[in-house]
């Protein structure tokens, strides 16, 4: 059976990236397919080709979640368009969800 970890300087890379270059990304992870969306920050602490662990900030503390990925990632580059895949339909969600009229009198 293949291991559903990548290479551990690998993973060490990719997650320094998303924190210290997409944390907006993170935040919209776990708003849209955490359905946490009173969250205020969120840290990727692990990344594997099925899903990854976020350290997560709600108004309540802080609490460490997992989002699965919907297909078993197949290397680096993978995680890359996956990930970018991601935050861009976080953020079309986002932005519909701001849109939308307030029910609210």
């Known amino acids: 059976m293949q291991s559903t970890c990548f290479d551990p300087a690998s993973e060490r890379s990719m997650v320094a990236h998303m924190n210290a270059d997409h944390a907006d990304s993170n935040l919209m992870y776990v708003k849209v397919y955490g359905h946490l969306w009173r969250a205020t920050a969120a840290k990727m602490v692990t990344l594997d080709?099925?899903?990854?662990?976020?350290?997560?900030?709600?108004?309540?503390?802080?609490?460490?979640?997992?989002?699965?990925?919907?297909?078993?990632?197949?290397?680096?580059?993978?995680?890359?368009?996956?990930?970018?895949?991601?935050?861009?339909?976080?953020?079309?969600?986002i932005t519909q969800t701001a849109q939308q009229p307030s029910t609210t009198p």
């Open 49 to 93: 080709k099925e899903g990854m662990d976020l350290e997560v900030t709600v108004p309540d503390g802080v609490r460490r979640i997992r989002l699965t990925f919907d297909h078993r990632l197949q290397d680096e580059a993978d995680a890359q368009r996956t990930l970018v895949a991601m935050s861009r339909h976080a953020q079309a969600i």
